[in-house]
Every structure is written in structure tokens, then in C-alpha cells.
């Protein structure tokens, strides 16, 4: 029975929100650890981690202490002046990957852009002005003009025109397509190495070993948007380290600050060619998100969450595994903590909205997929309580 408090709420939403997507009448009010809780204190286990954002948790301690002692030093100075946790939440993601330089944006269709115009100046100042830009389809890079330009997802094909121009969408895991799509007007590559939104589909070893050396014979950017699968939810802190590759630059969001708006995109010493005025932004590299990055980062890195992660997920898929014949499920995959399988049918919203009263959150990112993207911290106890939800909502609706 929902309370005075939450229809009041869900009233006033109805007047004073912005409609943008259809969301289930409760309100979410506090989160502790792997639980969120509504306005009524239901409780809600999380298996969609605020979206694969929630690394630590919700409010882990290491995120809540940063906040409170950055908060009380200082906020923002403003992009026009140096602050010193930006200077060293860039020295410590450099120290950890294979690129060598960063900035800071808030979330990750920021960065992709950023991304974009560095590749895109790099063509103006090396390369003829080449500008054009492969992607593609089925990926998601977020929702500026630009990024839905970039984006192959088949529903925006004719949203929003005109689309930003320049970007062009070929099969993923197809290497002959993107050969053919290289022009002398390519600039750049970018692909997520494992497509989240799509469906979880993963990059093939080889796809990704041979667009690395297409870019190098073709002076093309390999660009790795990371916002989903980076800082260790595939098991490695990011996912491109898995295909024993570097690409020239990477986008990162999401878990960076785990769940705290926050970014970043970093790039090799090349691609690092912005003028004074090419690129910015108010909020970016603010001391206190930058606080906020360091230690959440720190804190993946120092308990080792991303073998945690790729431990865990086996585990899950284990457990997935010994459903899948009693309800028909297929192609169960993914890597660490970034998985999905298939329904029979295209029951996924439906399940979506059976398991939610009772206490779980699970995401359908396909007409006939399931995606788990649980934090990383995450224990094998939660995991029994997930599968005990979903088994008994697969058998009420798959029968
Ligand atoms: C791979 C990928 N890139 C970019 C984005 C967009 O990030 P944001 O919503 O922070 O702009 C997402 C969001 O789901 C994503 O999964």
C-alpha cells in the first residue's frame, strides 16, 4: 500500500518533472552498501548498480569521508587555475594505464565528445582534415547531438535532425566493414570493447587486435569508450587491457566516481594537441569530484576489486548456468561484473517489473535480455538472493 508520503511525491513528479522515461511508482530516498531503500523503506537489492555506476556501493564510507573533508578545504576554483587533486587524480589513472595525459569532465557523453574534437583536431593539424569517425551499430555513447550521432542504435536513426554529420555506423565485431569504411576522410575508431547497452556483446579477441594495427598502417585514432566497462567491472581495471592492445585514447565515467558525476578522458602524448580555448567546462576537474575519483579509485586498485569482479562474475554465471535449462535461458555471458543472457521471448521489461516488488533490481537493455551490473562488492549471499527473485519470476512468467 503506498503511504500519503509517496503519492504526494509521485504527484508532484507528475507536475514538475521533465518526462524522459517511463519509472515505476515508487521513490528511492537512502543507499547502504549493495541496498537501495524507497520512501516507504522497502528494501531493493541492486543488481543495476545506479547503471554499472555504483563500483564501491551505494555511500561506501572511503566516497562519503573524501566528500566531507574535500568539502570543508575547497569546492571549486574554477577551470581557469590548477587545484592539486586534479593534478594528482590525473598522475594516479595515468600511473595505471597505458595513456599520459587526462581531463576531467562530468559525465560520459561529455568525454566522448571531448574524445571526438581531440581526434577531430588531430585530422585538422595531421591528416588532411580528415574528420569522419566509425563507430558501431548497436553502441551507445550517450545522449548529446553529437554522441547520438555517434551512437548505432537502430531507434535514433531519425531522431533529433539534423545529426551532428561526420559519423558513420558499421556491424560490431565485423573487421571487413570497417575496412571498407576507411576512407581518406577517416579520423577515428571508436567502440566500446564490450558493448553495454547493446546487449552486452563482447569484442572478439581478434577484431580488436586487428583494428589496432588498421589504425596504425592508416594514422586512424583507436578510441575505446570505457564509461561501462572500465575501472575493473570486466575483471581488469580497464577492459582494453584484456586484448594485450593500448589504444590512443579512452573515455572513463560511471564507476570512476561511483556514482558521483564524474569523468574523464585520457590520451597518448600524440593526440594530445588542444589549443588554449579548444576545450572545457565549469565543473571539470573540480577539487571536490577529483577528492571524490582519488579515492574511489584508490579503493578499487588497493582491494584488487577487479580479480574480485572476475571471480564473482564466474560465480554468477555459474549460478545463471544451472537455470538456464529449467527456463530456456541462452547465451549467458559477459566479463567480471558486466553480464546478460537471453530470454526465450521478449519478456525482458516484464521481468524487469516482477522482480522490483520484491526487492530486486535488474535491468532489460533488450527487448529479450536480462544485464546484471552489480557493485563490486557485491557477495555471494546477494547473489543467492538474486537468483532465489529471478528464478521464481522466470518460472511465473516463462512457465
Ligand atoms: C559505453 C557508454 N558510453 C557513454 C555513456 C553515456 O554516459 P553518460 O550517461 O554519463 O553521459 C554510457 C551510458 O550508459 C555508456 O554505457
Same mark, same amino acid.
Given at each position: 500500500m503506498m503511504k500519503g508520503k509517496t503519492s504526494e511525491l509521485l504527484e508532484m513528479a507528475q507536475r514538475c518533472l521533465i518526462y524522459v522515461t517511463d519509472r515505476p511508482p515508487i521513490v528511492m530516498e537512502r543507499g547502504e552498501g549493495m541496498y537501495l531503500f524507497d520512501t516507504e523503506e522497502?528494501?531493493?537489492l541492486d543488481f543495476v548498480g545506479g547503471w554499472a555506476v555504483t563500483a564501491l556501493g551505494h555511500c561506501p564510507p572511503v566516497l562519503v569521508k573524501a566528500l566531507k573533508e574535500q568539502a570543508d578545504v575547497l569546492v571549486n576554483c574554477s577551470p581557469a587555475f590548477f587545484n592539486d587533486k586534479m $593534478? &594528482?587524480?590525473a598522475d594516479l589513472l595515468v600511473r595505471h594505464s597505458c595513456f599520459d595525459q587526462a581531463w576531467f569532465g562530468n559525465s560520459g557523453a561529455e568525454v566522448n565528445e571531448a574524445a571526438i574534437k581531440l581526434a577531430r583536431k588531430f585530422g585538422a593539424l595531421h591528416k588532411k582534415g580528415a574528420y569522419e569517425i566509425i563507430t558501431t551499430e548497436q553502441s551507445f555513447h550517450g545522449r548529446t547531438l553529437a554522441m547520438m550521432s555517434a551512437t548505432g542504435k537502430p531507434a535514433w536513426a531519425s531522431l533529433f %535532425? =539534423? @545529426?551532428a554529420a561526420g559519423f558513420v555506423h558499421v556491424p560490431f565485431n565485423d573487421l571487413n566493414a $570497417?575496412? @571498407? &569504411?576507411v576512407s581518406d576522410k577517416t579520423i577515428a575508431i571508436m567502440l566500446e570493447p564490450i558493448q553495454? %547497452?547493446?546487449g552486452v556483446n563482447i569484442g572478439d579477441a581478434e577484431y580488436m587486435k586487428r583494428i589496432r594495427k588498421l589504425c596504425d598502417e592508416q594514422e586512424i585514432v583507436m578510441i575505446v569508450d570505457e564509461v561501462q566497462t572500465g575501472l575493473g567491472r570486466c575483471g581488469t581495471l580497464f577492459a582494453y587491457q584484456q586484448y594485450g592492445i593500448d589504444p590512443d585514447i579512452m573515455t572513463l565515467a560511471k564507476g570512476i566516481g +561511483?556514482?558521483?558525476?564524474? &569523468?574523464a578522458v585520457l590520451a597518448k602524448n600524440k593526440f594530445c594537441c588542444f589549443a588554449a580555448g579548444d576545450h572545457g567546462g565549469t565543473y571539470g576537474g573540480n577539487s571536490l569530484g577529483m577528492a571524490v575519483g582519488i579515492a574511489v579509485v584508490e579503493e578499487i586498485i588497493n582491494r584488487d576489486l577487479s580479480s574480485y569482479a572476475a571471480k564473482m562474475g564466474d560465480y554468477i554465471m555459474d549460478k545463471l548456468n544451472a537455470e538456464a535449462a529449467k527456463f530456456g535461458l541462452t547465451r549467458i555471458r559477459g566479463k567480471g561484473l558486466l553480464l546478460a543472457f537471453d530470454l526465450p521471448k521478449d519478456a525482458g521489461k516484464e521481468i524487469v +517489473? @516482477?522482480?522490483?516488488p520484491k526487492g530486486l533490481l535488474l535491468n532489460s537493455p533488450? =527487448? &529479450?535480455t536480462i544485464r546484471l551490473m552489480p557493485p563490486m562488492i557485491v557477495e555471494r549471499g546477494h547473489v543467492e538472493e538474486m537468483i532465489r527473485i529471478l528464478s521464481a519470476t522466470l518460472k511465473e512468467v516463462l512457465g
Open positions: 522497502n528494501r531493493y $593534478i &594528482a587524480f %535532425e =539534423p @545529426k $570497417i575496412q @571498407k &569504411a553495454g %547497452e547493446g +561511483s556514482g558521483y558525476p564524474l &569523468a +517489473s @516482477k522482480v522490483l533488450q =527487448p &529479450a
